[in-house]
């Protein structure tokens, strides 16, 4: 299991400045070199760090232009520094607040800060600062499932009954997951030799009502399921309230609740294949109050039978709705529906394909 413990680093940029022209004998000062991204996914987050000089901790530099000489009247230009950073990372402006470049394609360069210009006739020979700014640096994870609900809906009891040989942190109160925990689901090949496929499942810390809105930090954490494959929502069958000052809300509100966050903060991600766990059937008449959420589901105008503050106004049609209780690993299937899901998604996938478990999975943390 990988723990997600730091998401965000803050740099300052400062690119080559450009070389000193040479008035006299109209010579050209060298460019500054730029400043790169390199999205890799074999790239850990921290290591980003250990790129740096200590003495220049958490700066970016590229080395400025050569100036014109007597005897060299074409200045040399500035060498280009290169990052490498993990795919899905995404550049903010720390002054501005927006983003610069989303870095999500594997093993691209993104032009992040660019030389100042040499000097020469058209700037009076004077070589140009290159940019500098402050940006942040944000971690977005690229796994292939993420799991998504309030506290104590069960999701990481649920990832130990996927993957019930990874040590994961459970305890019988809310907010037990802190921070974003990515362990990785083995199958058996139906054929060949070559090992286990495996995909990865991001438990999330619990969402509260208005994450889309960033309370209790829900921008930080919704920010992870964005490149997911597949998002499973994880509802307590017997209902949930955060606090004895808070609504009790029931598993049929939590679902709604859950699709109007989503909604909310990206309705893009309404279009990725979705399952709802309605999870701790083995509860005393949860398996009653799971079947009327399932039945509820049914009805086309779904939304219409909650309370108005519970309405999404774009429903979701779950791929598929299961009855779980994960502390006994009663999961109902869900290995299999993952594994039939991803294929699905990915039909040109094989055993050529480099969908196994990573030697390494530096690029998770």
């Known amino acids: 299991m990988t723990v997600v413990a730091i998401d965000r680093f803050r740099f300052n940029v400062k690119a080559g400045a450009g070389g000193n022209g040479l008035a006299r004998y109209n010579g050209v000062g060298g460019d500054g070199g730029n400043i790169y991204l390199h999205a890799r996914n074999d790239v850990q ?10 003495a220049d901790l958490q700066r970016m530099r590229a080395e400025v232009g050569a100036a014109a000489t007597q005897t060299k009247l074409i200045g040399k230009r500035g060498q280009d520094t290169v ?8 550049v903010i402006n720390a002054d501005t607040d927006t983003v610069i470049v989303r870095c999500n394609t ?24 290159g940019e500098q700014f402050n940006i942040i640096l944000s971690l977005k994870l690229r796994v292939d499932v993420g799991l998504i609900g309030f506290p104590n809906a069960g999701k990481s009891t649920l990832l130990k009954a996927l993957t019930p040989k990874k040590k994961i942190h459970i305890a019988n109160y809310p907010f037990t997951t802190t921070k974003p925990q990515v ?12 090992g286990l496929f495996a995909m990865s499942i991001a438990d999330l810390p619990g969402l509260i009502e208005g994450a889309h809105l960033n309370r209790g930090k829900g921008h930080k954490f919704l920010k992870h399921v964005e490149n997911a494959s597949i998002i499973i929502f994880v509802v307590d069958a017997t209902g949930f309230r955060l606090s004895e000052d808070s609504t009790y809300r029931t598993a049929a509100e939590t679902v709604g609740l859950l699709n109007r966050e989503l909604e909310l903060y990206d309705s893009s991600l309404l279009q990725k294949p979705i399952v709802l766990c309605i999870n701790k059937t083995d509860l005393p008449n949860s398996e009653e109050k799971a079947a009327a959420v399932e039945e509820m589901l049914r009805e086309k105008d779904w939304p219409k039978l909650l309370p108005e503050d519970c309405r999404p106004q774009n429903p979701i049609v779950f791929r598929s709705i ?9 999961l109902n299937g869900l290995q299999e529906l993952l594994r039939e899901v991803y294929f699905e998604l990915n039909p040109m996938a094989s055993d050529d394909y480099d969908f196994f478990e990573p030697r390494s999975k530096k690029h998770l943390t």
Do not use: I, M
């Open 183 to 194: 362990c990785y689901l083995k199958y058996d090949q139906d054929v060949g030799d070559d």
């Open 322 to 330: 299961l009855k779980t209780a994960a502390r006994d690993f009663r």
């Open 83 to 90: 990052f490498k950073v993990p795919t899905g990372v995404e």
């Open 106 to 129: 594997h093993d691209k360069r993104y032009l992040l800060a660019k030389g100042g210009e040499g000097g020469k006739s058209t700037n009076n020979f004077v070589g140009q600062l």
């Open 45 to 54: 987050f921290k290591r980003l760090l250990k790129q740096l000089d200590n």
